[in-house]
């Protein structure tokens, strides 16, 4: 119950100490703004590939067949072909001139009697022309042209299997051929509509595929680590060692005086916060939330804001030079915020740190946080947060008693 008092004591007089500088708080919260700000617009820039170029291709029909000819208009209209592909049909003179003003990444030439030599059983012989200027596009469109061949390859070994019985059946040619001409063109939009060309595995990284979004969520993680350390410096350094000498004196552990400054920074960060991030809320339509998940990030915001505290409490404890402190705090923080992702998306990282980051309560943090607001998770894993915050916590009661008795 003393304790209590003691912490209750020592949180009216941080209160006290902060409302004192009613001038220079608010302008040291409102310079991480637009230092952060200023490093999301940068990043942003950056990454920023909304603007995705796309692959020209032009499709030459020297086979004047009516069969033929379908199968261009097919390809051209496709749109299973994947994304950042644009198919048109062109003359073989355009095809040069596309090629050698760079305008084209490649053009495909059906040759003369293709969809015949399909009937008669001869190997379809599609030339691609690549762009010399755009060696890796033409090996794409290389690579998704002959799956194309492989499809129609395949409604050729149809066509001729039908043909062989419809021969035996001693059926007249034009009958026949408009029956192969139909069976062709069901089968071949078979394959083009039953599933894509190219299979297409999608991974979202936010980073570039919504990056404004993304970094301004890394932005606000980034502000309110950077307040918690700003608001612990600034209660930290109107405590000099003559006080807490004194304090000692009258029985006042380090601990209550830590516990008392970690609860005053929690309450101003969380007024910050919650302010900060309805502001994204309202910027931004991808952040739409429901109150269950504004919960979960809520207690991610909190686990992190608790283990940050304890850390740069310890750090506080173990160094005994005020400067000292001060760069082992800013240099500790820099490595949180790096190592949780939100300055350097996980995804540029070597693949073998990832391990190594997954220690890390900034990481987990932030994971979480970006999970549930772009992800539209509806939950979280606590688990290695509350143990981080359970070990911290222990190591700070040891290390207090282990002063305490020092002191004595």
């Known amino acids: 119950m003393h304790t209590l008092k003691l912490v209750n004591l020592f949180i009216k007089n941080n209160l006290l100490q902060l409302g004192r500088k009613w001038l220079s708080l608010p302008l040291l919260l409102l310079s ?5 700000s200023l490093l999301a617009w940068a990043i942003i820039s950056m990454v920023d590939t909304t603007e995705q170029e796309t ?35 062109i003359s073989e003179a355009e095809g040069q001139t596309g090629i050698e003003a760079n305008q084209l990444s490649s053009y495909m030439v059906f040759p003369a009697d293709f969809f015949q030599g399909l009937l008669n059983g001869k190997r379809s012989q599609v030339t691609i022309v690549g762009n010399p200027e755009q060696p890796l596009e033409s090996q794409l469109i290389n690579e998704l042209m002959e799956t ?54 999608t991974l979202t990284n936010h980073a570039t595929a919504s990056p404004v979004t993304y970094f301004s969520l890394a932005g606000w993680f980034t502000l309110i680590t950077i307040w918690l350390f700003i608001l612990y410096t600034m209660l930290h350094r109107d405590n000099d ?91 500790f923080t820099g490595m949180v915020l790096l190592f949780s992702g939100a300055i350097i998306p996980e995804i540029y990282f070597p693949a073998y ?19 549930i607001s772009l992800n539209g998770r509806f939950y979280a894993e606590y688990q290695p947060l509350v143990y981080m915050l359970v070990v911290s916590f222990v190591i700070s009661l040891i290390v207090s008693l282990g002063k305490g008795r020092a002191y004595k």
């Open 148 to 201: 194309v061949t492989r499809h129609i390859r395949g409604s050729q070994a149809n066509i001729l299997t039908i043909n062989d019985y419809a021969k035996r059946l001693d059926m007249d040619n034009e009958a026949r051929n408009d029956m192969l001409f139909e069976q062709f063109v069901d089968f071949f939009f078979y394959v083009l509509g039953s599933n894509q060309v190219v299979d297409e595995q």
């Open 241 to 331: 060692e003559k006080m807490r000498t004194r304090m000692r004196l009258y029985g006042v552990t380090d601990w209550q005086q830590a516990v008392a400054a970690m609860i005053v920074s929690i309450i101003i960060l969380a007024v910050l916060a919650v302010l900060t991030f309805a502001g994204l809320v309202y910027l931004f339509d991808d952040l739409d939330l429901t109150s269950e998940n504004y919960g979960r990030i809520a207690i991610l915001t909190l686990l992190h804001s608790s283990i940050f505290l304890q850390c740069l409490i310890l750090l506080d404890w173990l160094l005994k030079s005020q400067k000292l402190t001060l760069l082992v705090h800013t240099a």
């Open 55 to 89: 692959m020209e291709v032009g499709l030459v029909n020297l086979d004047q067949s009516e069969e033929t000819a379908l199968i261009v208009d097919l390809l051209a209209e496709s749109s299973q072909l994947g994304e950042g592909l644009h198919m048109e049909k």
């Open 32 to 36: 991480p703004i637009i230092l952060v």
């Open 353 to 371: 740190l990832e391990k190594v980051f997954s220690y890390s309560f900034g990481y987990q943090s932030f994971h979480w946080i970006e999970q």
